[in-house]
Nanobody, 123 residues
Framework: QVQLVESGGGLVQAGGSLRLSCAAS????????MGWFRQVPGKEREFVAA????????RYADSVKGRFTISRDNAKNTVYLQMNSLKPDDTAVYYC????????????????WGQGTQVTVSS
């Protein structure tokens, strides 16, 4: 079992920045690929970014490429999502997730989820 707790959400103006954090506990997090997803009420949860267990490999949704950066500090069991040039369309609840594999794999492998943190971008 892996427990995940997100933090860092809030209200920001368009063009601003936020950094989300996801603290993991329970297992050696370097054995898990980690990802960020987001969801708007009435819509399906969508993939945002992912990083491999080592942090060397990353993957991004086209909508956030060049603006968001995922990183991880395995010594601190923490994954980050740096979000720059935020847009109102980025408004959502952001979820951290873990997949029990070191390399990036299919999104269906994400078995463990945090409770989410709200990000609101005002225009």
């Amino acid at each position: 079992q892996v427990q995940l707790v997100e933090s860092g959400g809030g209200l920001v103006q368009a063009g601003g920045s936020l950094r989300l954090s996801c603290a993991a506990s329970g297992r050696t997090t370097s054995n898990y690929a980690m990802g960020w997803f987001r969801q708007v009420p009435g819509k399906e949860r969508e993939f945002v970014a992912a990083t491999s267990g080592s942090g060397i490999s990353t993957r991004y949704a086209d909508s956030v490429k060049g603006r968001f950066t995922i990183s991880r500090d395995n010594a601190k069991n923490t994954v980050y999502l740096q979000m720059n040039s935020l847009k109102p369309d980025d408004t959502a609840v952001y979820y951290c997730a873990a997949a029990p594999r070191r390399n990036l794999g299919p999104l269906k492998d994400y078995d463990y989820w945090g409770q989410g943190t709200q990000v609101t971008v005002s225009s």
